[in-house]
């Protein structure tokens, strides 16, 4: 060996930890992580070389589970790779701090109620309502009290979710953080409203709404989600004003009778043609309503009859506003049924032709709750003397059970209802087609999901209800002049200026007036209601760039570069958020949706708190560790559900365990400094090589599991069980300093070479998934010896690491290698000895050409198999790259010491 040839630097294995110490490496790197600022933004870079995330600011009023490791791990391994092409990412983590489930959770863990009427108490704090608390009254609070109280509550949820995040080693720039509720989003979203405002875009209407009567609240078409429940058929005899004639309608809502302002049926259903034009008249209560036709009505469903309430359904809706009918509201914003009363000309406006009986039946109802005055009115619907033929009791067959799809708020425990209240929108039915045309221009991923978002939208039948009826969120920015009476004018209401910004109308003043003036007639009263939590989630891209507040930075950070979410948001974050950037700035708002999938139950059902099968994070990481965990979610690839099981997780502690002893044993080797120059070596670089391209390929695709699928299969079966073997002999040659001359120490260094670059690469390939042990590792020897402190910062492999190396003669002589390797061992196996036994001899048998192309690679095989004479021999029965050990002799075992 030459005297002036370099050394290759190896690790002392004792100084190394025997076994790798996840809490001590997750701590340490951590800490060094932060203190260096691996992961921060910068915001001086151009925005051809940033890489920006759209991140999903979590709702922390939720509960802590497994889903959010699984899709927040997704994106961050994501991060990672981008990091590693040398992209400057822009990775931030928003806290979605507002709206109903944060007032829901405050209610709960307080047990408190908001009640505006409430004075104000300065300095309450609260601590957890107990067991015995909870079985009395709800304590009332102020609105500012109650507010104040979701905060201290977000803060508390928010350190849980950001002690998970860095359990899990998310990558993110915490220097980037916001609130959805903080100064900066309120400012943005109250902007938003002022734009919308100017273009014509926003709108306040008294109309029909969706209405959640628990939270009392406004709901858009978007948070509605059908449920299946059991209901039934109730058969009602109606009578037809001025004859003897009758017709039964089959009714889900017997409760909303009192509400019927119409009957109508289908113009060619000739069962009821006849009656078109004149008036039915309700059992129970006497009302005469009109008789109507309408192509909306399914002369196949029930009897084919219908009465039209105010309000059971949108079509009801939609009828009531078609055909002029009259308002009969019976429902209340909470749930019961108002006092109404039944007079004979209508001018109470429930008009009767038997307003005593009426008013004696109705009596028996109100007050009651829906379900509660269902049960009551069927019992009423069985008396005779409540019939509008006076023939027999309204109900007039056995009640028929059905199945059938009920709307509810997708928070919510109770029906939605149809109440008649003012609330603000955003037109949306107009630029459907834009919409449209915007999602054209989004690449999803996977691919099949663009088709919810088009579904979505080409059924959209309502503008966006923006408005909620609740506290903690963000005001929206108006106030509305009193008339000398003190009537509110909602027809020319006062927009806050955008120096106003962010404003509170309840205890901020309009333009042009001063406190002294609220609420008095000639002066002004505030909008009391809050944004759809949506309106201001939709804005996540742009309360990163800051948009109007500092318009360089917007242009670097708008669009982004990729949106991750959840499927069953498509129709809401998705949507409203491509809503915003088309009516705002005409543009999409990111380039790339990643959409995850779900995690099951080993049932393969959803993991839900409802349900009770969730499964808390915090335990199973600190159990599995980080990577393992990591291993698992990046295991799933994109929108597709998959189930929790424990045992991908202990596949990822036995990977991370492997990569820990194989780094250990791979730096330890010492040896001359030399190029990777043999066959085998040439060979398995080759490989790869291609191992490398592919991954980019993917990776750049967004198809992180198929990366870590083929970089763990190939580290398994290309790297430590096999090449590590083979190469191992060689790279040992090195001996007290020396190798047996230059050709020893040329092929020493040369396996010693390639399996330090085998282990560069692997480990930077699996550095976006397991990002601990791979740092770990690095930090040995590659840190220093490449100049790269962190993995994280080190370039993703590329055609640079592998120019100077020379391609093999033969691309198939690792796997030539691989396949006489394994039949040795094979053979061992068949004889029942172990792998490390010596071979004393043995003959191995291939054809002709397979022999001839394995020739370069063979010595090394023999070396690793421990075989100290062998004869080849040619068998022509064997296909191509086949190998035989025939005629084995095995050394005697070793006597146990």
């Not at 209901?231 to 017709?247: N, P, R, T």
């Not at 100049?787 to 690491?801: F, K, L, N, V």
Request: glycine letters at 6%; charged letters at 25%.
């Amino acid at each position: 060996m030459s005297a002036d040839r370099k050394v290759v630097r190896a690790v002392d294995p004792s100084q190394i930890a025997k076994h790798f110490d996840p809490a001590d490496v997750q701590a340490r790197f951590n800490e060094r992580w932060e203190e260096e600022g691996t992961y921060a933004y910068d915001p001086s870079a151009s925005r051809e070389d940033s890489f920006v995330i759209d991140t999903p600011p979590p709702t922390v009023s939720g509960s802590l589970h497994i889903g959010h490791v699984f899709s927040y791990t997704q994106t961050d391994v994501v991060a990672r790779y981008q990091r590693m092409r040398g992209k400057n990412v822009y990775y931030p983590m928003g806290w979605d701090d507002n709206g109903l489930p944060t007032e829901r959770r405050v209610q709960n863990y307080y047990h408190v109620r908001c009640d505006p009427g409430t004075p104000y108490e300065g300095g309450l704090a609260l601590e957890a309502a107990t067991a015995k608390q909870r079985k009395g009254p709800a304590r009332l609070v102020s609105r500012k009290n109650f507010i104040e109280l979701c905060e201290v509550l977000t803060e508390i949820d928010e350190q849980a979710f950001l002690d998970l995040w860095q359990k899990v080693g998310l990558s993110v720039d915490w220097t980037q953080e916001y609130r959805t509720i903080g100064d900066r989003a309120r400012t943005l979203a109250q902007h938003s409203f002022l734009d919308l405002w100017r273009k014509g875009r926003v709108y306040t209407q008294f109309a029909p709404t969706m209405w959640d009567v628990d939270f009392q609240t406004a709901v858009a078409q978007a948070e509605v989600q059908d449920r299946e429940l059991p209901g039934a058929y109730h058969h009602l005899e109606f009578g037809v004003e001025g004859g003897d004639e009758s017709f039964v309608i089959a009714t889900t809502r017997p409760e909303l009778l009192p509400a019927c302002v119409g009957v109508t049926a289908h113009p060619e259903d000739e069962r009821y043609e006849h009656l078109f034009g004149r008036n039915a008249v309700t059992p129970l209560f006497f009302a005469p309503v009109p008789i109507f036709p309408s192509e909306l009505a399914d002369p196949e469903k029930g009897s084919g009859i219908l009465m039209v309430c105010t309000f059971g359904d949108a079509t009801d809706v939609l009828w009531w506003r078609d055909e002029g009918l009259a308002m009969r509201q019976v429902l209340g914003r909470a749930g019961r049924l108002m006092p109404v009363r039944f007079d004979a000309d209508g001018s109470e406006g429930f008009q009767s032709l038997q307003p005593d009986k009426a008013n004696a039946f109705y009596e028996q109802i109100q007050g009651k709750r829906v379900k509660q005055a269902q049960a009551a009115i069927v019992e009423l619907l069985a008396d005779p003397a409540g019939s509008a033929t006076g023939s027999r009791p309204p109900l007039c067959r056995e009640i028929e059970p059905i199945q059938h799809p009920v709307k509810f708020y997708e928070q919510g425990d109770t029906p939605l209802e149809y109440l008649p209240t003012r609330q603000w929108f955003a037109r949306l039915l107009d630029v459907k087609d834009e919409m449209l045309a915007k999602g054209e221009e989004i690449q999803w991923h996977p691919p099949f999901m663009h088709a919810r978002y088009r579904d979505w939208t080409e059924n959209l039948s309502l503008d966006w209800s923006i408005s909620r009826q609740r506290y903690s969120g963000v005001a929206i920015p108006v106030w509305y002049p009193l008339d000398a009476e003190g009537e509110r004018d909602y027809e020319n209401p006062i927009v806050a200026t955008e120096e106003q910004l962010p404003v509170d109308p309840t205890s901020d003043t309009p333009p042009g007036y001063d406190e002294s003036q609220r609420n008095q007639p000639g002066g002004f009263a505030a909008e009391t209601d809050i944004f759809d939590t949506w309106f201001t989630s939709s804005l996540s891209p742009q309360i990163g760039s800051h948009w109007v507040l500092d318009p360089e930075r917007h242009a670097k950070l708008f669009p982004a570069d990729v949106r991750p979410q959840a499927h069953e948001i498509i129709r809401t974050w998705a949507f409203y958020t491509i809503a915003k950037a088309l009516l705002h700035e005409n543009q999409i708002p990111w380039k790339h949706v990643l959409v995850s999938g779900w995690v099951l139950d080993p049932d393969r059902k959803k993991m839900s708190k409802s349900k009770g099968n969730t499964v808390t994070p915090v335990p199973l990481v600190e159990k599995h560790n980080a990577d393992s965990t990591r291993y698992w979610a990046a295991s799933a690839r994109l929108g597709v559900d998959t189930a929790f099981d424990e045992g991908v997780f202990k596949i990822g502690k036995r990977l991370v365990t492997k990569i820990f002893n194989a780094g250990k044993f791979v730096l330890s080797q010492q040896g001359p400094a030399a190029p990777v120059s043999s066959e085998l070596d040439r060979a398995f670089v080759a490989s790869l090589r291609e191992l490398a391209a592919q991954a980019t390929r993917d990776f750049d695709d967004f198809n992180y599991a198929h990366v870590l699928q083929n970089t763990e299969t190939f580290f398994w079966t290309h790297f430590t069980d096999t090449y590590l073997e083979l190469a191992k002999p060689r790279a040992r040659r090195f001996v007290d300093g020396e190798c047996d001359g230059e050709d020893e120490a040329l092929a020493c260094g040369s396996a010693i070479a390639a399996l330090r670059l085998g282990l560069d690469v692997l480990l930077r390939m699996f550095a976006p998934t397991l990002p601990y042990i791979t740092e770990e590792v690095w930090s040995w020897v590659f840190a220093e010896e490449k100049g790269q402190p962190t993995i994280h910062r080190a370039p993703w492999p590329s055609e640079a690491d592998f120019a100077e190396i020379p391609a093999p003669e033969n691309p198939a002589s690792f796997d030539l290698a691989v396949a006489a390797f394994t039949a040795i061992n094979k053979c061992k196996a068949d004889h029942e000895v172990s792998m490390g036994r010596e071979v004393e001899r043995l003959v191995l048998c291939a054809n002709p050409a397979t022999l001839a192309a394995a020739g370069p690679v063979l010595a090394d095989v023999f070396a690793a198999t421990r075989c100290r004479e062998h004869r080849l021999h040619e068998d022509a029965a064997l296909e191509d790259g086949v190998f035989e050990a025939r005629e084995p002799s095995f050394a005697p075992k070793p006597p146990k010491r």
